[in-house]
């Protein structure tokens, strides 16, 4: 899987102004042959766009003789379709932004993007990047953001009037929330929001530390076709969603809500949890910002405490297609050595005062003043408790888990049954990218 959204950064960007940045057609963007103009594709994400916009206007006032156009294109599947396409028919902008791991596999990269191995940069990225953005015939991606992890938000005045303490184990955050539901009935225990899909994977997914907690070969036996999602301990995320609809734990009406609205519901306390990826904090700093310090962080539970540990993302990144060439190819490659600088990372700090997660650029800093989430976040990296998503491990990832665990958390199909929609689905993914043993 890979949860895309809007995981940039920055606030203050209005839609309109997102609006005015999309290019029409696909043209490639708009770029010049001598490398003084060049175009960069990126998600509709306000966020997104803000970010973007602040990085390329910090990058233009150092290198003043480089424009760089921003276009945007749709989130999720449909965005996802667009980038493949423009790729394969030769017309994608100078750079675009996309994500790393399994979805970066399915872009073909060896064939469709430069290898960027060779450049001065490279060497100052953190172990744990560079093989997201890899194969075993070159180098592709420059990191955009900052690492990310899949867990539970709190509302910690909720925990507080509650006299709840932060669960360790998974039967502990079920009780947590049952509580909830009995002392506090306005106030939903755990908020699901359907109405973006994308939001429904993150009990499966952000499940993986515990997965591999229990069985340390599962990745590599999973990409080899012999482990399965059917199957425990993977068939935990599944099961979790099927128990927490039937106890009736969700809001009643996360079928429609949106993950803007789940988060305003979290930042109000008309919500006590919410899982989801730590670069939410920013949306909650932006739209609801005296409520940032009351919000925190936990890693999803597993059966065991002694083995609690946390889910990661590592960033995205902005890549070069082989469809770039001459000048246009150096002023990309300069852009993106310029965007591996702690001049970059200061400026996506400084641009959303929010950060959500570690840089994995040497000497890019989060500063002193950063949200409990991401103070709760560090703790579980100082412990070294922190585990690579799955989908940085193996290549294979199913394009429909979004919708099958919208079915399974809606309880419309039997946890069981979505295990084995997904283990299908995900034959299929590793039967075209001709993985060996599928």
Not at 28 to 49: H, K, M, P, Q, R
Not at 75 to 90: A, F, M, P
Request: charged share 20%.
């Amino acid at each position: 899987m890979s949860l895309r959204s809007p995981r940039r950064l920055l606030v203050g960007a209005t839609l309109a102004g997102a609006s005015a940045l999309v290019l029409a057609g696909c043209s490639g963007g708009s770029s010049s042959d001598d490398g003084s103009e060049i175009s960069i594709l990126i998600d509709n994400a306000e966020t997104t766009v803000a970010t973007m916009e602040a990085l390329v206007a910090a990058f233009e006032e150092a290198h003043p003789d480089i424009h760089v156009d921003i276009e945007t294109r749709p989130q999720g599947t449909e965005g996802d379709n667009i980038v493949k396409t423009r790729l394969s028919t030769g017309e994608m902008t100078d750079l675009f932004a996309y994500n790393t791991g399994s979805l970066l596999q399915a872009l073909n990269p060896d064939q469709m993007l430069v290898d960027l191995g060779d450049e001065e940069w490279v060497s100052t990225l953190q172990d744990s990047f560079t093989p997201v953005v890899s194969t075993d015939e070159g180098f592709y991606g420059a990191p955009l953001g900052q690492t990310s992890s899949g867990a539970i938000f709190y509302n910690k005045t909720v925990y507080a009037e509650l006299g709840l303490e932060v669960p360790t184990t998974w039967d502990e955050f079920v009780a947590n929330a049952e509580a909830v539901k009995a002392q506090a009935p306005d106030v939903a225990p755990i908020i699901q929001s359907y109405g973006e899909t994308w939001t429904s994977q993150v009990l499966v997914l952000g499940d993986f530390a515990n997965v591999m907690a229990a069985d340390p070969d599962w990745a590599d036996a999973y990409t080899a076709n012999e482990a399965k999602y059917v199957d425990d301990p993977a068939f935990a995320g599944f099961r979790h969603l099927e128990e927490l609809n039937a106890a009736g734990l969700f809001n009643e009406d996360y079928a429609s809500t949106t993950y803007d609205e789940a988060l305003a519901m979290l930042a109000d306390g008309e919500g006590a949890h919410y899982p989801i990826l730590s670069w939410a904090i920013q949306n909650i700093a932006a739209n609801n910002p005296d409520a940032v310090d009351d919000i925190g962080l936990f890693a999803i539970p597993g059966e065991s405490a002694a083995d609690n540990a946390l889910t990661v993302w590592q960033p995205g990144a902005v890549y070069v297609p082989t469809s770039t060439e001459g000048a246009r190819l150096e002023s990309a490659k300069t852009f993106l050595a310029w965007l591996t600088t702690p001049e970059s990372c200061a400026v996506q700090v400084e641009a959303t005062g929010v950060p959500y997660g570690p840089f994995v650029i040497d000497g890019c800093e989060l500063g002193d003043d950063v949200p409990s989430v991401v103070t709760d976040e560090v703790a579980y990296f100082d412990a070294g408790t922190v585990q690579n998503a799955l989908e940085f491990l193996s290549p294979i990832k199913g394009p429909s888990l979004e919708q099958i665990t919208v079915a399974v958390g809606s309880g419309i199909t039997p946890a069981a049954e979505g295990a084995q929609q997904y283990d299908d689905d995900v034959t299929k993914q590793a039967q075209q990218l001709g993985i060996e043993g599928w």
